[in-house]
């Protein structure tokens, strides 16, 4: 703030030796007093010397005047003259002692008051007073002495009053000096170097638009000229700064504005994303329709903001919306709902959004007086938004999601809903699907039960005629109804052996027929395989010498006691067996029987055919043997693998063959030592 | 006179297969056609072997075979079940009844006679 000057500040800011105007006033007041010290002591040294110079006049005129006015007197010796002439002498305040004398005769002897102790050859002799002495001649005769003393006092008093007035008039001086310097500097330098310091220290802490006296011509009107022209441009540089910074800030506000929004848009769209995530992963992971909906209704209702939602179906043949599920409604509410008829196009909002298979919203309850189900106000909800499930233009159901507060709902609500909506829609469509299919499979699965039965009991009737012709056969053979002729009894033979074959693929069908129909239950018992092995291989050990073939069993000594359906792994050994035998024209037929982890396992190894990769892929599927021709050439179902594999895998077991790089195949399957329980297929 | 042997066997041709078998072969055959006539047979004739079938009218097989077998009068007459193509477990649920032996159908009337023979011989 501008403080104005007083006396006292301008002394104080002169006697800072710092200020440019005390150095000012310092070198101008120094210079003033020289300049009048010596003109004082010159003054002086002149006054001096004048009045000495007058001195030495006055006494000798007063000599002068007392050689000229005394000889007469003296010569008359008129006394009184002499007295009256030295008392004249005296007006001179300066004369201190005068006499006139004649010979040793005092004639006029005067001393002023302070010096009568005063001797006049005493007087002489300071340097105080100045003497003179002159002979009165009168005609040529000496009449007598005049002596006369001056004081210099008078002169040195004069003096002093001299000195005492050029000091003080050299102090006057001085002090208008000093003053007027003091004003001059207040008013050209300080002042004005003040008020610029005052400006700049204003400007300095901002204040752009303080004012700058420039009046002046001088320097420093010049230079507050300059400084107010670099204030105006500082300011206008200051504006131009000031107004890029408003933008910069107003822009940085903007960007943090759009930054803060578009963050709260993210972490909404991340939750809604992450909501939709888990809707969809459990759409996709469950077909549990209730949990499904729930879960959406769940999300729905907290990404809309409401209180409340309802996911109704859709009942084409009725058409009419049957609640499926809700969540934040009383149980009051929901009860009403469920008693409630909503039909399509009726006045609500989910018959309206399902007849203009649109979103439909009611956005203040309290204005749809004639609103069908005035019971939803009961529970507090203001508004409500109802979308329709739809499904390939497909009214499916409805989403409606209640709120309790009025207004309308915004569009991203309403977009949010529809894609709650598409996910409900789907897991309906989904269940609805599941469901038929459902049905289809089970439908499918009883007739392929059916099926099996029907093959069984079927397989069972068809047996027990042949069964009948293969006995009579074998009695006829056997001569038991008496001689047959040759001819008949090879063609009886031929008979026999056709029946047989048939009577093996009925057997082949009825076992896969069982099977499937799940009706083969494995009898599980302790058994040993080694002798298991051994009865088999007397069993087959004709067919392979009538072939020619070797035949031979290797088994692993101390095989444990195992536990199976050991007909059944017989009936396998007796097929693969077989089938190495059939499969083999010379050679051997090896069987391997040892232990692996916990399992039996068994393998064939003959010398035969071999087989194709593309034989290894099928051969285990039913009705199915490396070619037709080979099935009918060596007999056989192509049912016998088939069985195998199930028993196997039955037994927990696996079968599978290899090709031996020398020719021939090997067949292996492996089951658990000990099977405890059967493995349903 | 030859051994008598009940045929159990509601099948008209498998009983005139046993029979014409069994009656070349020189034993004479008594026939009941269901399982109570089977059991009643059993007890009036005391065969020296029946040959049962399982699939009967009235009580089957296995029944009539615990009939027969609880009758210590005639728990000792060999009892040769004959089956139709074995369900897995029939075999285990004939033994259990308490039969001697165990065919199954298709049955080679040349093996059954060897059965026969040796339970009678």
Redo the contacts between chains.
Sequence with gaps: MYKPLNMIDAVKQLLKPQSVSGRFSYAFIGVVTLILFIYAGTEIFIDNSKINKNLEQKIMRALQLSKISLPTPLWNLDNHIVDDFIEALFLDESMVFAEVIWGDQVISKRVREDYTHVEFSSLRESSLFISMFSDILYEGNKVGTVRLVMSREMVKKELINTILQTVCLMVLIIIAVTITSLIITKKYITSPLLKLKESSSLIAKGNLDTFIDKSGNDEIGVLAQQFDKMRESVKSLFLEVSEKKLEIEKYSRTLEQKVDQRTRELAQSVEELQALGEVSRVVSSTLDLNMVLTNIIHHAVQLSDTKGGIIFEFEESEQVFVPKINYGLSDTITKKIKRSILRLGDKTAIGQAGQLKVPVQISDLADELEHPLPYIREDGFSALLAVPLMRQDRLIGGLVVMRKYVGNFSDRTVDLLQTFAAQSALAIYNAQLFKQIEEKSSQLELADKHKSEFLANMSHELRTPLNAILGYTELIIDKIYGDVPEKIEKTLVRLEKNGRHLLNLINDVLDISKIEAGRLTLSLDDYSLGELVSTVLVSVEGLAAEKGLKLSAIVDKDLPIGRADQQRIAQILVNLLGNAIKFTDEGEVVVEVGTRNGFFLISILDTGLGLSVEDKQIIFKEFCQVDGSSTRERGGTGLGLSIAKKIVEMHGGSIWVESRPEGGAIFSFSIPIRVDHQVES | MGKLILVVED?E??RI?LR??LT?SGFEVAEAVNGIDGVRMAEELLPDLILMDIQLPGIDGYEATRQIKANAILSSIPIIVVT??????D??KAYNAGCDDYVA??????KLLEKVRNFLN
């Design positions: 099948q041709d498998n297969i014409d078998l070349n139709s193509y074995a369900l897995s477990g075999d285990k159908k298709p049955f080679s009337p040349r």
